[in-house]
T-cell receptor, first 110, second 114 residues
Framework: KQEVTQIPAALSVPEGENLVLNCSFTDSAIYNLQWFRQDPGKGLTSLLLIQSSQREQTSGRLNASLDKSSGRSTLYIAASQPGDSATYLCAGVYGQNFVFGPGTRLSVLP | NAGVTQTPKFQVLKTGQSMTLQCAQDMNHEYMSWYRQDPGMGLRLIHYSVGAGITDQGEVPNGYNVSRSTTEDFPLRLLSAAPSQTSVYFC?????????????FGPGTRLTVT
């Protein structure tokens, strides 16, 4: 069964820190991997999509990497800000099926 | 460009009632999907569609019906609501069909069944 896990479940950091969020998947036959942000009571906002032929993607202070052989993806956030506080979800794309992780709840303290 | 829109935002139903959650997108995406999000369970796929007239079941399809008569619309029907269907429902769309690429999500519908 295809499963996606995320560690840690929650993270609290002071403003300005660089941080890494982890996403692991059991089935390496992944096509793409997408990272999302979800604010409380809101929908999901797409952050980055990494296609299986790529190893990483960057957008502003965000950098996501994908290592299919180890079954891992990481989301790196540089110089964190209080506005980055949200839940971050990763989703593995297997053909027409998205498999979501449970999310990491991030709090960035001023 | 409104993206993915969902109505209603909130709904309260009594057990046994039926209703339709509406979803529309204006990006000409072929792929559309419905998820439910529950605390501790994450997002789970209910049904999806790869184009008008084509739908398929996801992980948790029981108690839900879908149809896709146009590219833009993908309504989700609850046939006879049960308290276990209390959840937040999200609709999403993407420009892939065989392999799905970046998904865009609507704002969600918060449903309570009493």
């Amino acid at each position: 069964k295809q499963e996606v896990t995320q560690i840690p479940a929650a993270l609290s950091v002071p403003e300005g820190e660089n941080l890494v969020l982890n996403c692991s998947f059991t089935d390496s036959a992944i096509y793409n991997l997408q990272w999302f942000r979800q604010d409380p009571g809101k929908g999901l906002t797409s952050l980055l999509l990494i296609q299986s032929s790529q190893r990483e993607q960057t957008s502003g202070r965000l950098n996501a990497s994908l290592d299919k052989s180890s079954g891992r993806s990481t989301l790196y956030i540089a110089a964190s800000q209080p506005g980055d506080s949200a839940t971050y979800l990763c989703a593995g794309v297997y053909g027409q099926n998205f498999v979501f992780g449970p999310g990491t709840r991030l709090s960035v303290l001023p | 460009n409104a993206g993915v829109t969902q109505t209603p935002k909130f709904q309260v139903l009594k057990t046994g009632q039926s209703m339709t959650l509406q979803c529309a997108q204006d990006m000409n995406h072929e792929y559309m999907s419905w998820y439910r999000q529950d605390p501790g369970m994450g997002l789970r796929l209910i049904h999806y569609s790869v184009g008008a007239g084509i739908t398929d079941q996801g992980e948790v399809p029981n108690g839900y019906n879908v149809s896709r008569s146009t590219t833009e619309d993908f309504p989700l029907r609850l046939l006879s609501a049960a308290p276990s269907q209390t959840s937040v429902y999200f609709c999403a769309s993407s420009y892939g069909t065989g392999i799905i690429y970046e998904q865009y999500f609507g704002p969600g519908t918060r449903l309570t069944v009493t």
